[in-house]
């Protein structure tokens, strides 16, 4: 099955750059200020006018009084109002702050910057590939998701070959991944005849753009609800949006995609103080820029942080200063989780990430270069290492219908699934430049650090990402294991 795939496997040939990623700049703050006062001071000049009389039959002329305020300290009034070149967004995060009459979580920050309804970086822009501000595995070459089109094929294999299937992406970025994977399995009518897409993706941009690259065109009414349905020419598939997982139509057998998915969910990062675990918050200061400060007090958040602490080794918290955890990430795996259980079916998380607890990985990157996490918000990616043990056991605490497979380096996965046999086929027809290409993503997409046959600038040099990101699958423990986690 795999290999007869891998040679029926056929799409256009994509070349993205990668770029490493590193911690994030901090720097703690209080939530203590100080505003210089200067005391207060005036002076009272009351004088008697020359032609007053000491006659007491006349009535005395009132006196002058003269008010010195030259020295009187007066402040302008504090406002959370920044300059005019403050952005839309950045206004109204100062205006929430200003409201709570306090700060707010990273957590609660990093999803206004990302998906705010009117500013938000995910939301008007495409922010992928060479001109974007970063670069997927999908960008990268075509190889990438033909081998996710493998793993689903063989997974509905092991699903019974059901007439009826979900195939579910989650954040499907440009629609590249998806768009190969169909390309990739066309050729096998019955599986690409049983899918319908469903894309859960916000971002009305982005929905044009996974459109236009799905090749969506208008087909035929549907008959119970008389709306138009939308299919994608490349396979003949039935297309639909949602907004979040939660509207997908449950009752049929899902296989759900997370690319690069579970590290934009925001995290509520924790500091260890003399105090204990604080929470670190986003406050504005004096003059109206952003801070990071210490919550003085234990917040809603240190449920989640007490949570995680379950599934740690004491000696694993010990020796860190600082604790990421994802209550998003929790809630929608076990959401997953459970849907998979009773439906049937699995599910692919793709990330870079940590099989332990993550600590102070946030990042922002903006034009493909690091930025400081709270520079002009709305204008950077925020992403977080994913905490996949978080994910294991968060899966397998909300259904017990569910097998939680690896997680392995993208390296294995890819090339288990025949990847070395997929460019060796491309290779024996395409043209030099093609060929370049085809070496490039492939270093890019199962090697490790720069790659050893560059010859070309040194600021181009591709960056292998096998090793960095890592898989990991949930099934429906009746299937068995999934490839090639079987292997």
Same mark, same amino acid.
């Not at 234990?298 to 379950?310: D, E, I, S, V």
């Not at 010990?318 to 990421?324: F, G, N, P, S």
């Not at 560059?454 to 490839?483: C, F, H």
């Given at each position: 099955?795999?290999?007869?795939a891998l ?11 990668f770029? $490493?990623s @590193? %911690? ?6 209080r939530? &203590?200020s100080?505003? *210089?006062? #200067? /005391? $207060?001071? @005036? %002076? ?7 032609? &007053?009389?000491?006659d *007491?039959h #006349? /009535? $005395?002329?009132a006196?002058?009084i ?7 300290y ?20 100062k ?5 709570r009459?306090?700060?707010i ?6 999803e206004?910057?990302?998906t ?13 590939g060479?001109e ?11 190889m990438?998701g033909?081998m ?5 094929m063989?997974l509905?294999e092991q ?14 970025g ?11 399995t066309?050729?096998f009518n ?12 916000c ?16 087909g ?14 490349i ?9 979040v ?9 899902t ?7 579970f590290?934009?969910?925001p995290?509520?990062q924790?500091q ?6 604080c929470?670190?918050?986003v406050?504005v ?10 919550s003085?007090?234990?917040t ?5 942080l ?6 740690a080794a004491?000696e ?23 849907r ?12 870079y990430?940590v ?26 990616d925020?992403?977080?290492y ?11 605490d ?8 690896g997680?392995i ?10 990847l ?5 086929a491309?290779?024996q027809?395409?043209?030099?430049e ?9 270093w ?5 650090g ?6 070309g600038?040194?600021n181009?040099?591709?960056i ?14 009746k299937?068995?294991?999934p490839v090639?986690?079987?292997?």
């Amino acid at each position: 099955m795999l290999r007869r795939a891998l040679k029926l496997a056929t799409t256009p040939l994509h070349l993205r750059p990668f770029f $490493p990623s @590193s %911690s994030s700049l901090f720097n703690p703050s209080r939530f &203590t200020s100080s505003l *210089p006062l #200067t /005391p $207060p001071t @005036s %002076s009272l000049d009351v004088s008697a006018d020359e032609n &007053t009389t000491n006659d *007491p039959h #006349t /009535p $005395p002329q009132a006196a002058t009084i003269s008010v010195d305020r030259s020295g009187l300290y007066n402040p302008k009034e504090h406002s959370h109002e920044g300059p005019e070149k403050d952005s839309e967004l950045v206004r109204h995060l100062k205006s929430i702050i200003k409201f709570r009459g306090g700060p707010i979580s990273v957590a609660e920050y990093m999803e206004e910057v990302l998906t705010n309804p009117k500013a938000g970086f995910y939301i008007n822009r495409d922010v992928f590939g060479a001109e974007g501000d970063f670069i997927t595995s999908p960008e990268v070459s075509q190889m990438f998701g033909e081998m996710i089109g493998v793993w689903a094929m063989c997974l509905w294999e092991q699903m019974g070959q059901p007439t009826k299937v979900n195939l579910v992406e989650l954040g499907p970025g440009r629609g590249t991944l998806m768009a190969d994977l169909l390309r990739g399995t066309s050729k096998f009518n019955k599986f690409k005849e049983s899918l319908h897409i469903r894309l859960v993706e916000c971002s009305p941009t982005l929905q044009r753009i996974q459109r236009k690259n799905l090749k969506c065109v208008d087909g035929d009414s549907n008959t119970e609800n008389a709306d138009t349905e939308t299919i994608s020419s490349i396979a003949g598939t039935p297309v639909s949006w949602h907004p979040v997982l939660d509207e997908v139509p449950s009752g049929v057998p899902t296989i759900i995609i997370a690319h690069e998915f579970f590290d934009a969910l925001p995290v509520h990062q924790f500091q260890i103080t003399s105090r204990g675990w604080c929470e670190k918050m986003v406050d504005v200061t004096e003059d109206s820029s952003f801070c990071f400060v210490l919550s003085p007090s234990p917040t809603p958040a240190n449920l989640f942080l007490m949570r995680r602490f379950k599934w740690a080794a004491e000696e694993e918290v010990a020796k860190l200063d600082q604790i990421e955890v994802c209550p998003s990430a929790m809630e929608l795996i076990e959401s997953i989780a459970k849907r998979i259980g009773s439906d049937g079916g699995g599910a692919l998380v793709i990330d870079y990430g940590v099989k332990g607890l993550a600590s102070d990985t946030l990042q922002a990157i903006r034009k493909h270069k690091f930025v400081h996490i709270l520079d002009d918000p709305g204008s950077a990616d925020l992403s977080a290492y994913v905490d996949f043990a978080s994910i294991r056991h968060s899966a397998e605490d909300a259904s017990d219908q569910v097998a939680v497979h690896g997680p392995i380096t993208q390296s294995q996965f890819l090339c288990s699934l025949g990847l070395n046999f997929r460019i060796e086929a491309l290779l024996q027809d395409c043209t030099d430049e093609q060929a370049e290409s085809l070496q490039v993503g492939y270093w890019q997409l199962v090697g490790e650090g720069e790659a050893p046959f560059w010859e070309g600038p040194d600021n181009k040099v591709p960056i292998g990402m096998g090793t960095r990101y890592m898989v990991m699958a949930l099934v429906n423990k009746k299937q068995g294991a999934p490839v090639p986690f079987n292997s």
